[in-house]
């Protein structure tokens, strides 16, 4: 299985903050990469596709990046309603992996 | 707009079969060469893909699972299913039923049902 892992699990910051969480895969994924935002209680709700896509309906300030098997999701101007727990997802092989999210926290 | 609507028991007894269904409206489980996924979330833990179905059949499951999983798609009622066999505390979590899209083969998953938890306990 291909191993996703998040960093940091936890991260602190203000509204208005520049943010950027890193995913990395234990192989290469090309672009095949998904990125998610959860919010206590709730489903996942897609953000990003095929590493860079924006979803229909995401707002702009939400942006990816990489390929192979380094990515990121930068927040350019955090808002309110952002803090939550974001998962990095791979869909290149079977099984699908998800890394193990990280939890986005009002500083 | 298509919506995704997970059903089942809330509590299943330990060595029993955990059955869910997930049904979707506002469109057709047959159309658009979707693939529709079981996906589930342990308590305060991250997501764990289950497996896939393609209404013509096709399947694919996550070989964690140990042959333990089955998932069948009903056209006639827009519904896909799941079963787990021989269940444990371990499989206590939050599952969700999720579309993949079309945009790329395999693509993400653009739209989720809102869950149903399930906890195995005698």
């Known amino acids: 299985d291909i191993q996703m892992t998040q960093s940091p699990s936890t991260l602190s910051a203000s509204v208005g903050d520049r943010v950027t969480i890193t995913c990395r895969a234990s192989?290469?994924?090309?672009?095949?990469l998904a990125w998610y935002q959860q919010k206590a209680g709730k489903a996942p709700k897609l953000l990003i596709y095929?590493?860079?896509s924006l979803e229909d309906g995401v707002p702009s300030r939400f942006s990816g990046s990489g390929s192979g098997t380094q990515f990121t999701l930068t927040i350019s101007s955090l808002q309110p309603d952002d803090f939550a727990t974001y998962y990095c997802q791979q869909y290149n092989s079977f099984p699908f992996t998800f890394g193990q999210g990280t939890k986005l926290e009002i500083k | 707009q298509v919506q995704l609507q997970e059903s089942g028991p809330g509590l299943v007894k330990p060595s029993q079969t955990l059955s869910l269904t997930c049904t979707v409206s506002?469109?057709?489980?047959?159309?658009?060469?979707?693939?529709w996924s079981w996906i589930r979330q342990h308590p305060g833990k991250g997501l764990e893909w289950i497996g896939y179905?393609?209404?013509?059949?096709?399947?694919k499951y996550n070989p964690s699972l140990k042959g333990r999983v089955s998932i069948s798609v009903d056209t006639s009622k827009n519904q896909l299913s799941l079963k787990l066999t021989s269940v444990t505390a371990a499989d206590t979590a939050v599952y969700y039923c999720?579309?993949?899209?079309?945009?790329?083969?395999?693509?993400?998953?653009?739209?989720w049902g809102q869950g149903t938890m399930v906890t195995v306990s005698s």
């Open positions: 179905i393609h209404y013509s059949g096709t399947s």
């Open positions: 095929l590493a860079s």
């Open positions: 999720a579309r993949e899209g079309v945009r790329s083969f395999p693509d993400a998953f653009d739209i």
């Open positions: 506002g469109g057709s489980i047959s159309s658009g060469g979707h693939y």
């Open positions: 192989q290469s994924i090309s672009s095949f």
